[in-house]
Structures are given as C-alpha cells and as structure tokens.
C-alpha cells in the first residue's frame, strides 16, 4: 500500500463531522513538522485551523482543504462502516475519500517527496486547513485569511484539493468559482379562514406572480468564463398545518449564483424593485456568501496544465462549474487560485468512494506544480 492511501485511510478513520476535526490536522502537522514546516493553530470559536509553512520568501505556494466532512447520513444504507475505510475492487471507501480527505494525503506526501527531492528549493510552501468549509464557514479560512492579511503575509498562489475532476483524475481544473447569494424573504398577508377568503390575504397568492417573474428574469447572460446569473428557490414554507387556515404570512428562501456580470447589490436592487412592482408587504435581506474569482492565466494556470499532461497525459479542461468553495476567501486578497483534486462523482453520497489508484496519481500531480513552480 502506497504512502498516500496509508495517509488518507488514516484520515478518513477519523470521524470530522464538521465542525470536527477530530486530530486529523495534528496528523498532517506532526509529518509537515519533520520536513521543516512551522505549524501555529489557529482556533476561531469552535473551529480549529491549522497554518502551516515552510521558508520565509515569496513566492509562497499554499496547499488549501478542509478536514471536516458532511455527515453520514444513514449508516445501514452504507455498505461499509463511513468511518472504518476499506479498499474493494480498487476502490477507496469511506467518508471523505473524495471530499477531501484523499486530497490531503496527497499534498502531503507530494511534498515530503518535493522537500526529499530539492531541500533548496525556491520561495515558501504552506497549508491552510481548516474544519468548517463544510458548515457555516465563519471560523476557518475566512478567519485564517484575515490574521495573515492583518501581519502582511501574501498568498500568491493557492492550490485547494476540493474534488474538481468529472470522469478522470486531472482532466478539470476548476479555475474559478460563481459568487453565491443568499435571500430571506418574508411576504406579509393577512390569516383567516379559506372559507371566507374575502377577509384574509393569501401571502401565497399575492407573491406568486412576483415568483415567476424572478424565476425568468434575465439577470445577465455571463460570459466566456461563467454561465449566466441563476435564481433558485430553495425553501417555501408558510400556513399553520391545518387545512382550513389562510396563512398570515409565507418565508421563502432564495439562492443567487451569479457571475463577474453582475454584483451583490445590482441583483439585491432588482429583486426589490421586482417585489415593489407587485405592491407586496415584505420584510427582505441578504446573505453574500462569496464574491466570483477568476484565475484566468498565471503561472499557477500553467504549472498544473502541464502537472497534469506530464503525469497523466490529459489536456486538462478549465472550469467554473459548481458550488463555492473557500477559495472565495483567499482569491481577493490577489492570490491565483485554483481547485484540483479528485473524481467529485461520490461526494457528499452514501458510500462515497475515489479509485484508490488515482489519489497516487493525484499525489504526482501536485508532486509536479511544486517542481514547475519551486524547482
């Protein structure tokens, strides 16, 4: 067994549910620790992060993750216990292998054999770990982020291990993400009783041509590297569970993702003025989850290219795709950032799984960013 799947079998033993860690930074920081690495944690309410580095000078190379996982859901539909991981048909199982634990053990032994390899090597490497990017994500890299930024100590490229690949390993970085939006809104009517509907106000009724119309504006249409702004309702919920009341009032919560065409605070202004154009009593606020990055071009954009073609014989494809990950937090501080890890097929599912074999790959990759970077 390689020393990558020893590693990420050792992690995924670990139940993280976020915001746990469970010593799974202490693992990694006790072997970055015999490699020359100064470790400081970082605990932030009940979130521990761990930053981590190597040398003084610029340029410095982060290594990005999370150790936390999303819960198991039901154990008995598992065919295996999430948290005791095994190999089956060449196959890693086990909560985490894929989200990111697997990513993890990759960084790490990709580096113990860089330092093994060049111990003169150019400019700094680091680790930026954290157990809330699968929660709330108040405490962990934001919070990191903010300390370094307060001492003037720059990120200048970020590699986060989150699982970017769609068939095989390597063959999609994610160089960019959407920014996410939450709404909360509430529509105000008046309850009563469904038989005598002339007296009440059905919250329901009112705000649904508001509805359609939010659900087919045309925020924006993108651009060459985003697809257009997206409006989704997530959550409705109103009336009193019984089946004669007219609710008083309805709670929907509304998600935007939305690209470099558009801002936080165009799309809060137009969402009021489409609720106005309705005449509805509201109560309305936002949530900006993460502003869009982009890393279009750079030596980072080019190091893991060619990482990926010399490892794995890909032409990698570079995407914006998905959800958000905290590369939203480190991307504005000016860093070049990138997402590159393993098959995203099984995350967060019942009997989450990588090929064992491609975490050996993806440690070669990440082996190959570090010489074309810091060689």
Request: charged content about 25%; glycine content about 10%.
């Amino acid at each position: 067994m390689t020393e990558t799947l020893k590693l990420a079998m050792d992690l995924i033993s670990r139940d993280s549910v976020t915001p746990e860690d469970k010593g799974c930074q202490q693992l990694m920081s006790d072997r970055l620790e015999k490699i020359g690495f100064n470790n400081e944690v970082m605990q932030f309410e009940d979130v521990t992060n761990l930053w981590s580095r190597k040398g003084n000078d610029a340029p410095l190379l982060v290594f990005a993750g999370h150790t936390d996982v999303v819960p198991t859901g039901d154990l008995s539909a598992w065919s295996s216990d999430p948290f005791k991981p095994e190999i089956r048909d060449g196959m890693l199982y086990g909560r985490g292998a894929a989200d990111m634990k697997g990513s993890l053990a990759a960084m790490v032994v990709a580096t113990e054999k860089f330092i093994q390899d060049y111990p003169n090597h150019k400019g700094s490497i680091g680790y930026l770990i954290t157990s809330d990017e699968e929660g709330d994500a108040y405490y962990g890299t934001v919070k990191v982020v903010e300390t370094l930024e307060a001492r003037n100590e720059k990120i200048d490229w970020a590699l986060v291990g989150e699982p970017s690949s769609t068939a095989k390993v390597g063959d999609t970085i994610k160089n960019g993400r959407r920014g996410s939006m939450l709404g909360y809104l509430t529509i105000k009517g008046v309850q009563g009783h469904v038989a005598y509907p002339h007296l009440a106000k059905n919250p329901v009724h009112l705000v649904a041509p508001a509805i359609a119309d939010l659900s087919t504006e045309l925020w924006d249409e993108g651009n060459d590297f985003f697809p257009a702004t997206s409006f989704q309702i997530s959550n409705i919920n109103g009336g009193t569970g019984a089946t004669n009341v007219i609710p008083g009032e309805l709670k929907i919560m509304f998600s935007f993702r939305f690209s470099t065409e558009s801002s936080p605070e165009g799309l809060q202004k137009r969402t009021r003025a489409i609720l106005d154009r309705h005449d509805l009593n509201y109560d309305l606020s936002f949530e900006v989850k993460g502003l869009p990055f982009l890393t279009d071009k750079g030596a980072l954009v080019a190091a893991a290219v060619d990482a990926v073609k010399e490892e794995v014989g890909l032409d990698t494809e570079l995407s914006t795709a998905g959800g958000t990950s905290d590369g939203r937090f480190i991307a504005p501080t000016g860093a070049q950032v990138l997402e590159l890890g393993p098959v995203n097929k099984t995350i967060h599912q019942i009997d989450e799984c990588v090929k064992a074999d491609d975490l050996d790959k993806l440690t070669g990759i990440y082996y190959r960013i570090l010489e074309n970077l810091l060689a």
